[in-house]
């Protein structure tokens, strides 16, 4: 029933109400006033007392019976609306049930005490468990998970436990076993707590997946990359070695043709090399083995010299190269001078190794002018109080949305007519992350195709105070080196006098 009608249906009871009760005084009046009024009573003698005592019988039924059929019609009209409300209620569960049932990951939510209330099949087939055991069963009990190499989780840290307690995100890459214990999976695992507005904790949702496949995958390419990078890297250093000898003219003599055919195996060999120590670096990278020696480095004058040597490249290819300074890019630094305009540029420190910042500055820097034709490279820096933004900006193809989450991995290449023709080892980005995390950085692209592609840098930035207490700590740190490095010198000179005077 809408709201017109329920008013109706309220007025139309009280009217009734409001008749019956006037009819039923006056006709009760009239029966007292002819019993005790004399003239009243001669009036209503004439009456007959039985349709007076009908009228009111069928008053007080029609009233009795008014109320009956108003509740009627009002209790039906909400039952039903009740009874569709339920259905649609219940079409709704399905609906959310059909959906989790389908998620191909698996989903396990719990209430606050750590009980399962929901697990959907992916996950029942991930634990071996079925959907209806694990129900109302403590998550512990079912979801038995270590870390990814195998290590036990202390109780207080079981991923569960930490997010009901702290009301805080968990993600990891963990390992689950299966309830026999026979398998075990790599899986990456989410759980939120689940909030309400008012900070209240219901219980926890989360998502796992099914990652061991891709972990595999990725142990198998690092053996790889590990043993191919430290069998062939001394070969193909020599073969550069020689070849670089061969098209010395000083040293060989050679036809032009041969100088053709040389200066082609030199340029692949180069590519070779170049490949190999990509590689290395990788590994490097990955078991924490990259050499770091992070000093105060003020990125304005570091990125306007990088920027100066590396304009050479882009300048080859005839594309135009620039440094700017600002978040809006009207600030240059390159035209600061020839403007006249008076700007105070900021200082922005970092605590980084400064060749390790060139090594990935550069990388996006070749990248840009290998994947740009024409218009220009920028290399640009901005920030606030916590941070320095370096990013590198070109006006090439740029990169088809679906592979922009994948570009940072080892190995990727999007793989298109001119990535097809344009030599890579799809190692460089992955470097370029795995230098920047050393930071605690962050590294990432927005790219249009068809407009171009700008990566960013995130680096946590160093106040001038605290950048100015590092490099004097630092300076103070290389003042004692030579000393050390000179007492350290002496004892070995002196063995070595003795070793000398021994053998004479
Ligand atoms: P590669 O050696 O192949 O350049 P990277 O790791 O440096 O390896 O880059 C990975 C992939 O990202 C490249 O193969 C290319 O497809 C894409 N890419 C990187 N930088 C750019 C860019 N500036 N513009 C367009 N595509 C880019």
Redesign the pocket.
């Known amino acids: 029933m809408n709201n017109s009608g329920r008013v109706l249906a309220k007025v139309g009871y009280y009217l009734l109400l409001a008749i019956t009760v006037v009819f039923g005084v006056a006709v009760l009046g009239g029966v007292i006033a002819a019993r005790f009024v004399p003239g009243v009573a001669k009036v209503t003698e004439k009456l007959d007392m039985a349709i007076v005592s009908g009228t009111l019988a069928a008053m007080l039924l029609a009233y009795v019976a008014s109320i009956f059929l108003i509740r009627r019609r009002y209790n039906a009209a909400s039952s039903s609306e009740i009874s569709k409300l339920a259905g649609a209620l219940r079409s709704k569960d399905e609906q959310a049930a059909i959906l989790i049932q389908s998620i191909a990951d698996g989903v396990i939510v719990t209430d606050t005490e750590g009980k399962i209330n929901l697990m959907n099949r992916a996950a029942a087939n991930m634990t071996g468990w079925t959907v209806e055991e694990a129900i109302n069963i403590n998550v512990e009990q079912v979801f038995k998970v270590a870390k990814e190499n195998g290590e036990e989780i202390p109780k207080e840290e079981y991923p569960f436990t930490a997010v009901l307690a702290h009301k805080a995100f968990f993600n990891q890459v963990l390992q689950l076993n299966s309830r026999d214990g026979s398998r075990k999976r790599i899986i990456s695992l989410v759980i939120s707590p689940v909030v309400t507005p008012t900070g209240e904790v219901f219980g926890a949702v989360a998502v796992l997946r099914d990652i061991s496949e891709q972990r595999e995958a990725e142990r198998q390419r690092a053996e790889f990359v590990s043993t191919a990078s430290h069998e062939m890297r001394t070969p193909v250093a020599a073969i550069e070695g020689y070849l670089a000898l061969a098209l010395n003219e000083k040293v060989s003599t050679i036809d032009s043709r041969a100088r053709g055919y040389l200066e082609k195996a030199y340029a692949s060999t180069k590519h070779l090399g170049k490949l190999f120590q990509d590689l290395l670096t990788t590994t490097k990278a990955e078991d924490g083995r990259l050499s770091n020696h992070p000093v105060v480095v003020e990125m304005g004058a570091f990125l306007e010299q990088l920027t100066e040597d590396l304009k050479f490249t882009a300048t080859k290819k005839g594309l135009n190269s620039e440094f700017i300074v600002g978040s809006s890019g009207s600030i240059d630094a390159t035209t600061r001078e020839e403007t006249s305009i008076k700007v105070v540029r900021p200082l922005y420190y970092v605590h980084v190794d400064p060749d390790r910042i060139r090594e990935v500055i550069t990388?996006?820097f070749d990248?840009?002018v290998?994947?740009?034709q024409q218009g220009k490279i920028t290399i640009g820096l901005t920030g606030n109080d916590e941070v320095v933004q370096i990013f590198v900006r070109?006006t090439?193809?740029?990169?088809p949305p679906e592979?922009v989450p994948h570009?940072f991995q080892k190995f990727?290449?999007?793989d298109n007519s001119a990535?097809r023709t344009?030599?890579?080892?799809?190692?460089?980005?992955?470097i370029c992350r795995k230098i920047i995390e050393l930071y605690n950085g962050r590294i990432w692209v927005v790219?249009e195709l068809g407009k171009?592609?700008t990566?960013y840098i995130n680096l946590p930035r160093l106040s001038t105070q605290k950048a100015q207490e590092l490099a004097q700590a630092q300076a103070a740190a290389d003042a004692k080196k030579p000393q050390e490095d000179t007492a350290a010198a002496q004892p070995a000179a002196q063995t070595a006098t003795t070793a000398q005077t021994q053998s004479q």
């Open positions: 990388n996006l990248n840009a290998k994947y740009t070109d090439g193809a740029g990169i592979h570009l990727y290449r999007v990535t344009i030599g890579g080892t799809g190692l460089g980005l992955f790219s171009g592609s990566f």
